[in-house]
T-cell receptor
Framework: GDSVTQMEGPVTLSEEAFLTINCTYTATGYPSLFWYVQYPGEGLQLLLKATKADDKGSNKGFEATYRKETTSFHLEKGSVQVSDSAVYFC????????????FGSGTQLTVLP | SQTIHQWPATLVQPVGSPLSLECTVEGTSNPNLYWYRQAAGRGLQLLFYSVGIGQISSEVPQNLSASRPQDRQFILSSKKLLLSDSGFYLCACRGGLAETQYFGPGTRLLVL
């Protein structure tokens, strides 16, 4: 079945540091890929998505490129802020009618001032 | 755009008691609806999804059940809670042919 493998956390960075959170996937067909963010005590918010190979999703300074050849969708940000501290989830959506999401285990990011 | 409401926000229940969590959606018709559970410090597990009124698919065998009595209402229930039912329950919605699921604010359940 489909699966998502996400970089283990927690990750602690200083403000303005460069961020990479690795995500690789296994899926049949052509899944859509997502990054969601969860702030403390809250639900999940969509951060960005990509629906086909070589698409780049971007939002709030975060970027991720759908790499079919390496089955990856790594999340990057050039300069993190304290407000970026949260848990980040990589996910894929299958191509079936239900469009079920398969999530990675999440990566806790803490940004220190 | 769609808005997802969940209540209650927090719930503390004794083992063996019943459970009813409600999710309602605004701003879309005939959505696909999902219930996920997030155990402490872990990822999300899909519990149920529904493509229409009265249509429920279960992803894992468990102590819980789901119902969809109205187009934009999704209910998660249990007759007798277990300690292992503790967690953060998230309702999600996907409209029509859209790719993206949007999540509600969640219900934090603690079973003692």
């Amino acid at each position: 079945g489909d699966s998502v493998t996400q970089m283990e956390g927690p990750v602690t960075l200083s403000e303005e540091a460069f961020l990479t959170i690795n995500c690789t996937y296994t899926a049949t067909g052509y899944p859509s890929l997502f990054w969601y963010v969860q702030y403390p005590g809250e639900g999940l918010q969509l951060l960005l998505k990509a629906t086909k190979a070589d698409d780049k999703g971007s939002n709030k300074g975060f970027e991720a490129t759908y790499r079919k050849e390496t089955t990856s969708f790594h999340l990057e940000k050039g300069s993190v802020q304290v407000s970026d501290s949260a848990v980040y989830f990589c996910a894929l959506s299958d191509s079936g009618s239900a469009r079920q999401l398969t999530f990675g285990s999440g990566t806790q990011l803490t940004v220190l001032p | 755009s769609q808005t997802i409401h969940q209540w209650p926000a927090t719930l503390v229940q004794p083992v063996g008691s019943p459970l009813s969590l409600e999710c309602t959606v605004e701003g879309t018709s005939n959505p696909n609806l999902y219930w996920y559970r997030q155990a402490a410090g872990r990822g999300l597990q899909l519990l149920f999804y529904s493509v229409g009124i009265g249509q429920i698919s279960s992803e894992v065998p468990q102590n819980l059940s789901a119902s969809r009595p109205q187009d934009r209402q999704f209910i998660l229930s249990s007759k007798k809670l277990l300690l292992s039912d503790s967690g953060f329950y998230l309702c999600a919605c996907r409209g029509g042919l859209a790719e993206t699921q949007y999540f509600g604010p969640g219900t934090r359940l603690l079973v003692l």
